[in-house]
């Protein structure tokens, strides 16, 4: 399984444009194939700071959906929202175990 964990730093004042638009890429990445989870976490003591939590079955998956045109609309939409670029970092899932 690899899980990657997408930092999010917002400027305040597109918070809500960007939970918006985090909804519409998380309803639609759940559909994919190889998708075993995309979960959007705000941070609670500071409400501009998000991480996009992805995980699936294989690198393929992972670049199946870099190439969707959900993701592609999400990204284009939402860069100019951001208080600083995102920083992507990639895991390999060890548990739980799915085969």
Same mark, same amino acid.
């Given at each position: =399984?690899? %899980? +990657? =964990? !997408? /930092? %999010?730093?917002? #400027?305040?004042?597109? %918070?809500?444009? *960007?939970?918006?638009?985090?909804? $519409?890429? /998380? ?13 959007? $976490?705000?941070? &609670?003591?500071?409400? +501009?700071? *998000? !991480? $996009? ?12 959906? #870099?190439? +969707? ?6 990204? &284009? !939409? %939402? &860069?100019?929202? =951001? ?5 992507? !970092?990639?895991?390999?899932? $060890?548990?739980? #175990?799915?085969?």
């Amino acid at each position: =399984m690899r %899980v +990657t =964990m !997408v /930092h %999010v730093s917002v #400027k305040p004042e597109r %918070v809500s444009d *960007f939970i918006e638009a985090c909804r $519409l890429n /998380h309803e639609a990445s759940v559909q994919e194939p190889g998708n075993y989870r995309f979960d959007v $976490l705000q941070l &609670e003591q500071e409400p +501009t700071r *998000f !991480v $996009l939590y992805e995980a699936y079955a294989s690198l393929e998956d992972v670049a199946a959906h #870099k190439r +969707t045109l959900h993701y592609h609309t999400w990204r &284009e !939409v %939402v &860069e100019p929202w =951001m208080a600083q670029p995102r920083e992507g !970092v990639v895991y390999q899932g $060890l548990f739980p #175990k799915i085969d």
